[in-house]
């Protein structure tokens, strides 16, 4: 059976672990492998393939604790953002860097906010576009700010939501239900997060993965990009009871209420 181009590998809770196969290389490439058993396990499945590269969004330690085992087991290298906590990097990337993957261009994005080092990995083909967003951009919802702000937050949002519609989003966390739950909170007549939300349990019910999702998709039903829509700045206004202006201040009025959700 020919492997796909992304396998998830679930990791701890509710983790995933993205690997990008190439079938012509016989490679593959971990995404913020923050257990190394799921991948020597996958890679013992499939003995014809090798893990070249390993990419970090950013350094908490359920994307990066497999790292070091990963390179001893088998030389891969290590790309990551410009943290010295994280150990093993072996070539740091700032925003604006473009490197290859398999002969296929990636985008270095700078999106701080959840950490402060956090970055995303665009791909930018016109026919499949795709991103792997990490702890920033989730399915209908958003990393916690950690470290960054809220404006800094709402700012790197904003830059993957000027990214294609039909960019196909990889993150790294397994929380669409919890998210969408929330969204229809925040817009109980938004007929899409009801529509999705239906989806989503179902396949929750069965223990299938509710990932990767679309842009289109997130720019409909996910409140974090949608802090421009009167239905959710109304809601930041219910939630906060003062006056509340669309874009930054209710985004971090709806931040601030999915964490105590
Ligand atoms: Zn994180």
Not at 101 to 130: C, M, R, S
Not at 140 to 151: I, M, T, Y
């Amino acid at each position: 059976m020919p492997v796909p181009q992304f396998i998830a590998l679930p990791a701890f809770q509710d983790n995933y672990i993205w690997l990008i196969a190439n079938e012509k290389t016989l490679q593959v490439a971990a995404v913020d492998p923050g257990d190394a058993l799921p991948v020597i396990t996958w890679l013992s499945r499939h003995p014809e393939y090798q893990l070249s590269t390993i990419l970090i969004t950013h350094h908490h330690r359920d994307h990066t604790g497999g790292v070091l085992t990963l390179k001893a087991a088998t030389g891969c290298k290590v790309w990551g953002p410009a943290n010295n906590s994280i150990q093993g990097i072996d070539r740091t990337l700032e925003d604006g860097f473009k490197v290859q993957l398999f002969g296929e261009q990636l985008e270095v994005l700078a999106v701080p906010g959840h950490t402060l080092d956090h970055i995303a990995y665009y791909h930018a083909d016109p026919d499949n576009p795709w991103l792997l967003s990490g702890d920033t951009l989730f399915a209908g919802g958003c990393g916690r700010l950690f470290e960054g702000s809220a404006e800094q937050m709402h700012q790197s949002l904003a830059r993957l939501a000027a990214l294609p519609d039909h960019t196909t989003i990889y993150c790294t966390h397994e929380y669409t239900q919890a998210n969408l739950r929330f969204a229809h909170a925040v817009e109980p007549d938004n007929a899409d997060i009801k529509t999705r939300l239906e989806v989503v349990d179902d396949l929750r019910s069965d223990g299938r993965m509710t990932l990767p999702t679309t842009l289109a998709l997130e720019k409909r039903t996910n409140p974090f990009l949608r802090s421009e829509v009167p239905a959710v700045v109304a809601a930041a206004v219910r939630q906060t009871g003062v006056t509340t202006a669309p874009g930054v201040p209710t985004f971090a009025a709806i931040r601030a209420w999915k964490d105590i959700f």
